[in-house]
């Protein structure tokens, strides 16, 4: 991104939205996109990159578990105890609900 390379916050975002569009079932893409918004972002991205995790994890479709583990991570460091708290009561509700999707398939095979 020579957004990125600029640290151009605002176009970073619409590169990364526009690319987003077209590779956003992939969690590679997701989290260089992520990390170079919080690398030319300012104090006030913690809403942005907030934002984006939560986009990405209705997209992403290759590595759910590993995005959703990011996002705890991000909270650790950047949020409250509140908003760490929320994330991980989430994931938690996402991993059963792809255990129990993973378990309706193999019965139908």
Same mark, same amino acid.
């Given at each position: @991104? ?10 970073? @975002? &619409? #590169?990364? +939205?526009?690319?987003?569009? @077209?590779? +956003?079932?992939?969690?590679? #893409? ?7 918004? @919080? ?9 942005? #990159?907030?934002? %984006? ?6 997209? #992403? ?5 590993? %995005?959703?583990?990011?996002? %705890? ?8 105890? &509140?908003?760490?708290?929320?994330? &991980? ?8 609900? %792809? ?6 398939? &193999?019965?139908?095979?």
């Amino acid at each position: @991104l020579e957004a990125y390379a600029a640290r151009d916050y605002k176009a970073t @975002l &619409q #590169v990364g +939205g526009r690319l987003m569009k @077209l590779w +956003g079932s992939y969690y590679n #893409v997701w989290s260089s996109f992520i990390a170079a918004v @919080l690398q030319c972002g300012k104090a006030d991205v913690y809403a942005t #990159v907030r934002d %984006l995790y939560e986009q990405a994890t209705a997209q #992403v479709a290759d590595y759910p578990e590993q %995005l959703r583990s990011d996002y %705890l991570q991000f909270e650790r460091e950047f949020g409250t105890f &509140q908003t760490w708290h929320e994330a &991980q009561s989430k994931a938690q509700r996402q991993q059963r609900a %792809l255990e129990q999707q993973q378990e309706q398939q &193999q019965q139908q095979e």
